[in-house]
């Protein structure tokens, strides 16, 4: 059974995610290239929320492939599919499903999914069985967030204090949620719990400055749309109406210091399944 995403569905949060997909697009793009997802495969996205990644693999499978992105929250998909119109792909497609809901199928010539994996109490399980989805010679690709490599400091130059502490606050609370932290670097373990061959693993992150960094906002509407997680779990740190005001501030702060920040590291890892297995 699928845990449910820790944020929900609602939709400022569907919000938050599509301007988490344009800070990781080009990171995305890269982990779906070098695993090899090419023109005409058909692929299956888990975890899939408003659709980004789907999106990303539609492009570059072509009309000749397809892509089919699942989610467990039917109003996630619902907003998938509007979005899939406004875009207008036609080789695109979206069901309210859990991860593994296509084991044991393997007609899937890829498996890809981002940020999904973290949200799973039994991560390993998850991708074992939903890998049983893709064929033989067919391509398994995960993404997920190493949050924690944030917390030694090393988040910004010079030092933003007041990104220290969002850093801390958020990683409290998607800990206190369930979530793993420390997904990222934990993705080999993962494939070879999943009894998956050791993965190719790539370690990037996004690094800006300046007035126009995406950044900024991403970060705030993150705290926003945590503050009620963080209620239940008794975590303080920030208000309503403090959260109102920190991309201004954090804004400020950065590009005040003409600094950087680093947003959440992410790895991918991705292997080809071996034929006959």
């Given at each position: 059974m699928n845990?449910?995403?820790?944020?929900?569905?609602?939709?400022?949060?569907?919000?938050?995610?599509?301007?988490?997909?344009?800070?990781?697009?080009?990171?995305?793009?890269?982990?779906?290239?070098?695993?090899?997802?090419?023109?005409?495969?058909?692929v299956l996205d888990i975890g899939c929320g408003s659709g980004d990644v789907t999106r990303l693999a539609a492009e570059i499978v072509g009309p000749s492939g397809a892509v089919l992105g699942l989610d467990v929250d039917e109003r996630a998909v619902l907003s998938a599919r509007k979005r899939a119109a406004q875009w207008g792909f036609t080789n695109v497609a979206f069901e309210a499903a859990e991860a593994t809901s296509f084991a044991g199928q393997a007609n899937f010539d890829a498996l890809v999914g981002r940020f999904v994996l973290m949200h799973q109490p039994s991560p390993a399980e998850t991708l074992a069985r939903a890998s049983k989805a893709v064929r033989p010679g067919g391509v398994v690709m995960m993404l997920e967030s190493h949050m924690a490599a944030l917390l030694d400091g090393r988040h910004s130059f010079p030092k933003s204090d007041l990104y220290d502490r969002i850093v801390r606050w958020k990683?409290?609370?998607?800990?206190?949620?369930?979530?793993?932290?420390?997904?990222?670097?934990?993705?080999?373990?993962t494939f070879l719990s999943a009894m998956l061959p050791a993965p190719m693993m790539r370690l990037e992150a996004v690094v800006e400055g300046g007035p126009d960094s995406l950044i900024y906002r991403y970060m705030a509407e993150s705290v926003?749309?945590?503050?009620?997680?963080?209620?239940?779990?008794?975590?303080d740190g920030f208000s309503l109406d403090e959260a109102a005001l920190l991309e201004a501030r954090l804004r400020d702060e950065v590009a005040g210091n003409r600094g950087v920040i680093v947003c959440w590291p992410v790895v991918s890892a991705w292997r080809r399944i071996p034929d006959g297995e």
């Open positions: 845990k449910p995403y820790v944020l929900g569905h609602s939709d400022r949060e569907l919000d938050r995610l599509d301007l988490q997909g344009l800070i990781y697009q080009d990171i995305t793009r890269r982990a779906l290239l070098n695993s090899e997802v090419k023109p005409g495969m058909r990683c409290r609370v998607v800990a206190a949620a369930g979530a793993d932290i420390e997904a990222g670097l934990a993705l080999r373990q926003r749309s945590m503050l009620p997680m963080a209620a239940a779990h008794k975590i």
